[in-house]
């Protein structure tokens, strides 16, 4: 079984300029979530889909933060514009809704450096 | 407000010996779920073992096991035959179950196997 998918995995990009990160879940799982993780802390929910729909987005900076889960597979995070405290490994991970729905599966997560 | 506490930012162990990695966290729910992840210095986020609230006996995934302490709302990690594959940042997770999946995670404990 495939596992989530990310990408990039690395990106630096000035202050002010736009990113995207892309997110491909584990086939058959309707929820997906994105987290921020900044060095040395434990990783933070910023949004959490279920299927197309947003369950949560209560930690995500809506001035500069944006998701969306069109079709209920893919899922894409972008920030504009970019901030020096937005460097962090952002991460998506997926669930799937049954018996094992509380286990969240992690991608890789993409490194995010602003200069 | 639900809270995960590691109290140990870093922790070693000599090759092939056991250690134990802590975890309280504060909840007034009775039924949730907990999680050690394992973080390498690769990122990706691993499963290590899960435990449900509900259930008595701890969980075991051969060298992993837990010391769940439901009243003392304890839940610790211990790693047995300690390998140099162990080395990573290990990450306690606990989920209510009716929240809608939603992570709460401790700061981490990064552990080393010393050859």
């Known amino acids: 079984e495939a596992g989530v998918a990310q990408s990039p995995r690395y990106k630096i990009i000035e202050k002010r300029q736009s990113v995207a990160f892309w997110c491909n879940p584990i086939?058959?799982?309707?929820?997906l979530y994105w987290y921020q993780q900044i060095l040395g802390q434990g990783p933070k929910l910023l949004i959490q889909?279920?299927?197309?729909?947003?369950?949560?987005d209560s930690q995500l900076p809506k001035d500069r933060f944006s998701a969306e889960r069109l079709k209920g597979v893919d899922s894409t995070l972008k920030i504009q514009p970019a901030k020096l405290e937005d460097s962090a490994v952002y991460l998506c991970?997926?669930?799937?809704?049954?018996?094992?729905?509380?286990?969240?599966?992690f991608g890789p997560g993409t490194r995010l450096l602003v200069l | 407000a639900q809270t995960v506490t590691q109290s140990q930012p870093e922790m070693s162990v000599q090759e092939a010996e056991t250690v134990t990695l802590s975890c309280t966290y504060d909840?007034?729910?009775?039924?949730?779920?907990l999680f050690w992840y394992k973080q390498p210095p690769s990122r990706q986020m691993i499963l290590v073992i899960r435990?449900?609230?509900?259930?008595?006996q701890n969980a075991t995934e051969n060298r992993f096991s837990v010391n769940f302490q439901k009243a003392a709302k304890s839940f610790s990690l211990k790693i047995s035959d300690s390998q140099l594959g162990d080395t990573a940042m290990y990450f306690c997770?606990?989920?209510?179950?009716?929240?809608?999946?939603?992570?709460?995670f401790g700061t981490g404990t990064s552990l080393t196997v010393i050859p």
């Open positions: 086939s058959g799982h309707a929820t």
């Open positions: 889909f279920q299927n197309n729909g947003v369950v949560d």
């Open positions: 997770a606990f989920i209510p179950s009716n929240t809608g999946n939603q992570f709460y």
């Open positions: 991970a997926s669930s799937f809704r049954g018996q094992d729905q509380e286990t969240q599966y």
């Open positions: 435990q449900e609230a509900y259930k008595q």
């Open positions: 909840t007034s729910e009775n039924n949730y779920y």
